[in-house]
């Protein structure tokens, strides 16, 4: 069995300041992959990030960067010098090879203020 | 680039009746994923198909059932319909022949109200 936390329920920040979303993974495949989604009020699912199991390199894309660490089971994601834009739902979510379907966490919604 | 395309967009049934959801998935992409989020829940996994057969299945009532078509197409079939069925309907695409195992992109879904 797959499971995926985001213990994060809600964030509030302001303006150009840096959100970083929690996300903490199990799963007994070696070999899984790991994704982040955004969800803005018009309700499509945006895919943001993708990692898989053997790659824990982080890296930057933009304004966006990921922390993923096998050792915890952790896969953080930050948003540096958020946006007004950037309120959405933000979920976490995890997929075995193989089975692929994609296992979600509850969301952690994000609201950038002005 | 062509991306998923679900219809309709906003279905409104009453309790008991059927709904018949539809999935047009990126060309030459030969997987096809539901999921059905509720309100403020996560997306939860229904059922999927690869090459026009059924290759996982989930948390779908026996109320459901799928299939894909000789040109990948989907369609989700709702009967008996009830109040708890109000979700947001996901179909999501991929292609499992191109290296981008894993890599599922999502229509913009079908808002179902039960009334």
């Known amino acids: 069995a797959q499971k995926v936390t985001q213990a994060q329920t809600e964030i509030s920040v302001v303006e150009k300041e840096d959100v970083t979303l929690d996300c903490v993974y199990e799963t007994r495949d070696t070999t899984y992959y790991l994704f982040w989604y955004k969800q803005p009020p018009s309700g499509e699912l945006v895919f943001l990030i993708r990692r898989n199991s053997f790659d824990e390199q982080n890296e930057i894309s933009g304004r966006y960067s990921w922390n993923f660490q096998k050792s915890t089971s952790s896969f953080n994601f930050t948003i540096t010098a958020s946006q007004v834009v950037d309120s959405a739902v933000y979920f976490c979510?995890?997929?075995?090879?193989?089975?692929?379907?994609?296992?979600f966490g509850a969301g952690t919604t994000v609201t950038v203020r002005a | 680039a062509a991306g998923v395309i679900q219809s309709p967009r906003h279905l409104i049934k009453e309790k008991r009746e059927t709904a018949t959801l539809k999935c047009y998935p990126i060309p030459r992409h030969d997987t096809v994923y539901w999921y059905q989020q509720g309100p403020g829940q996560d997306p939860q996994f229904l059922i999927s198909?690869?090459?026009?057969?059924?290759?996982d299945k989930g948390s779908i009532p026996d109320r459901f059932s799928a299939q894909q078509f000789s040109d990948y197409h989907s369609e989700l079939n709702m009967s008996s319909l009830e109040l708890g069925d109000s979700a947001l309907y996901f179909c999501a695409s991929s292609s499992r022949d191109r290296g981008n195992l894993n890599e599922q992109f999502f229509g913009p879904g079908t808002r179902l109200t039960v009334l």
């Open positions: 198909f690869y090459e026009k057969m059924q290759s």
């Open positions: 979510a995890l997929s075995e090879v193989g089975g692929y379907k994609l296992s």
